[in-house]
């Protein structure tokens, strides 16, 4: 069994940063593509950020520039962090990971609980 577990959300004013982090935990041999997804009232959950094992990224159009995806493969550790926030960033953060267990095999798509990031005009 593997589980992904998100923090750093919170309430900030537009214009401030948070970053968020995103550890991994279970019986892990290795973890490919870690990403981050977010969710919005009344929208459909959208990619935001994803990061291969050898740290290759990917953004959506809308936050290039302005987050930062990282990794700590040693720590099984992806970040999020988001500067210039924006009342429009507000939403459900989930943290999503590709991961091979040791004995169980492969589990393609993992998914966080959610941290909530909400942004105050």
């Known amino acids: 069994q593997v589980q992904l577990v998100e923090s750093g959300g919170g309430l900030v004013q537009a214009g401030g940063s948070l970053r968020l982090s995103c550890v991994a935990s279970g019986s892990i041999l290795s973890i490919n593509t870690m990403g981050w997804y977010r969710q919005a009232p009344g929208k459909q959950r959208e990619l935001v950020a994803t990061?291969?094992?050898?740290?290759?990224?990917n953004y959506a159009d809308s936050v290039k520039g302005q987050f930062t995806i990282s990794r700590e493969n040693g720590k099984n550790t992806v970040y999020l962090q988001m500067n210039s926030l924006k009342p429009e960033d507000t939403a459900v953060y989930y943290c999503?990971?590709?991961?091979?267990?040791?004995?169980?095999?492969?589990?393609?798509?993992?998914w966080g609980q959610g941290t909530q990031v909400t942004v105050s005009s």
């Open positions: 990061i291969t094992s050898d740290s290759r990224t």
């Open positions: 999503n990971a590709d991961i091979i267990t040791l004995r169980i095999g492969r589990f393609r798509d993992v």
